[in-house]
């Protein structure tokens, strides 16, 4: 089993719409997460962190829930400009270590008009 | 701040040649990373340097060797290049190695025939 796992997508959605991606992580000890935006051909980019109580930045809205161990990203009115690939990321490490972060392969979303 | 730059931005080597991957951070970041991204994979860490003089191993380090430079520069160097290692090549930095956010430079797309 991957450590972090994404549905590859591509998710095709209209402008305007809500889209919601699931991620799945197996290290139980892992602390934290994010989410990572890629554009194509692009270095990956923080989106955001995602927090136990879930948080939300703008259009965006992250859950994390620890006893299923899995991850969500919800966007909300969705833009042309949201078309990327979202990774899931997480770290497994000890608190207080070097952080070695584990990347899903990405969610591939594209908005259309 | 030109944040994380690599050099090359693209290569081509044939079996066997040796070359080093370039990296530099303006950020005065103590910790820094290298990752290769292959289709279908997600981003793998190769090496890294939690603060300058020290580096370790990450989860694919075979055909690879780092140096730590000063606390700007960190080049990952590939002895005698294989197929395999055709891949784009992502340096990274961080505040502190127990600090997660990660940043990025533009990537290196290495072709090797």
């Known amino acids: 089993r991957k450590e972090v796992e994404q549905d590859p997508g591509p998710f095709n959605v209209p402008e305007g719409a809500t889209v919601a991606f699931n991620c799945t992580y197996s290290n139980s000890a892992s602390q934290s997460f994010f989410w990572y935006r890629q554009d194509c051909r692009k270095e990956p980019k923080l989106l955001m962190s995602v927090y136990s109580s879930g948080n939300e930045d703008g259009r965006f809205t992250a859950q994390l829930n620890r006893a299923s161990q899995y991850i969500s990203l919800l966007i909300r009115d969705s833009k042309l400009s949201d078309s990327a690939t979202y990774l899931c990321?997480?770290?497994?490490?000890?608190?207080?270590?070097?952080?070695?972060?584990?990347f899903g392969t990405g969610t591939r979303l594209q908005v259309t008009l | 701040n030109a944040g994380v730059t690599q050099t090359p931005k693209f290569q081509v080597l044939k079996t066997g040649q040796s070359m080093t991957l370039q990296c530099a951070q303006d950020m005065n970041h103590n910790s820094m990373y290298w990752y290769r991204q292959d289709p279908g994979m997600g981003l793998r860490l190769i090496y890294y340097s939690a603060s300058e003089g020290t580096t370790d191993k990450g989860e694919v380090p075979n055909g690879y060797n780092v140096s730590r430079l000063n606390k700007r520069e960190f080049s990952l160097r590939l002895e005698s290049a294989a197929p395999s290692q055709t891949s784009v090549y992502f340096c990274?930095?961080?505040?502190?190695?127990?600090?997660?956010?990660?940043?990025f430079g533009p990537g290196t797309r290495l072709l090797v025939l």
């Open positions: 990321v997480v770290n497994p490490s000890d608190p207080g270590t070097a952080s070695k972060l584990t």
């Open positions: 990274a930095s961080s505040l502190r190695a127990t600090q997660e956010t990660q940043y």
